[in-house]
Nanobody
Framework: VQLQASGGGLVQAGGSLRLSCAAS????????MGWFRQAPGKEREFVAGISGSGGSTYYADSVKGRFTVSRDNAKNTGYLQVNNLKPEDTAVYYC???????????????????WGQGTQVTVSS
């Protein structure tokens, strides 16, 4: 599976972005997709996840109410809508695929099998 993340950029605090993750190489609806982020000097952390069907979603407490994860299985693409951005959201954002799970999105990066290249989100104050 190849994952290609895009949509990052530089925004002011309070702004919004829509991150995309295009997938190829495996039946898209048959695995969980997760979104992670990594800021300089920090460990990679779970942000959001979505089941293969899109019916179940999961969020880190720090982004609940501001971020929305979704997927379009017909387009083999996952999305992360990020709203009301804060300077502490600044990080490289990664999408990832967990082939061993169809419903539950794990929060440990080691549970994920394939990773996109990341897209930079920078929030200015």
């Amino acid at each position: 599976v190849q994952l290609q993340a895009s949509g990052g950029g530089l925004v002011q605090a309070g702004g919004s972005l829509r991150l995309s993750c295009a997938a190829s190489g495996r039946t898209f609806r048959l695995y969980v997709m997760g979104w992670f982020r990594q800021a300089p000097g920090k460990e990679r952390e779970f942000v959001a996840g979505i089941s293969g069907s899109g019916g179940s979603t999961y969020y880190a407490d720090s982004v609940k109410g501001r971020f929305t994860v979704s997927r379009d299985n017909a387009k083999n693409t996952g999305y992360l809508q990020v709203n009301n951005l804060k300077p502490e959201d600044t990080a490289v954002y990664y999408c990832a695929a967990d082939f061993d799970s169809l419903v539950k999105a794990g929060t440990d990066p080691r549970e994920y099998d394939n990773w996109g290249q990341g897209t930079q989100v920078t929030v200015s104050s």
